[in-house]
């Protein structure tokens, strides 16, 4: 059982970063309603309070702020160095951006209280509400709502655009 609070997808966006008067660069990935990791060599120590600003796809800038929770540094390059962000503060362009992934899906505090109490509305996504599809250009896995596979969705990993096969 994970112990993450909600669902993370992969998604690779420029990003920049900043505490105690340090400005960094780098890439975020593994994005959820309530955190991140940001890929770079310049982690900051557990319980920093990090500003965040994040380039998103469609040109629009989202500012977060959050609080460091693990930090990984290691001399080999192959390894995913970087820090893991507990998310505090989010804005309309994060949560928008996220809406697309997880259509339906709102944050815990903005969920009507009748709406928790509903039983299909308790657990994990109905599995067959996705796809999953292998890019042709680097075979990565991708997680695709099925009612928005006519969009044309690209490779979280290399940005090529997606073929459903069969």
Do not use: W
């Amino acid at each position: 059982m994970s112990k993450r609070k909600h669902d993370r997808f992969v998604r690779r966006l420029e990003t920049e970063f900043s505490a105690e008067d340090k400005n960094y660069r780098g890439i975020s990935s593994d994005l959820s309603r309530s955190g991140l990791f940001i890929r770079t060599n310049h982690a900051f120590p557990t319980g920093t309070l990090v500003d965040i600003l994040i380039h998103l796809p469609d040109g629009t800038s989202s500012r977060l702020k959050g609080n460091v929770r693990r930090a990984l540094k290691t001399p080999a390059v192959s390894l995913k160095n970087g820090m893991g962000i507990e998310l505090t503060e989010k804005d309309a362009f994060y949560n928008k951006f996220l809406d697309t992934f997880f259509p339906g899906e709102e944050e815990e505090a903005d969920r009507p209280a009748a709406r928790t109490e509903r039983p299909d509305a308790i657990g994990e996504p109905d599995p067959a509400a996705y796809v999953v599809v292998a890019c042709a250009h680097c075979n990565a896995r991708n997680k695709v709502s099925r009612s928005k596979m006519a969009v044309g969705h690209t490779c979280g990993k290399c940005g090529h655009p997606l073929v459903r096969q069969g």
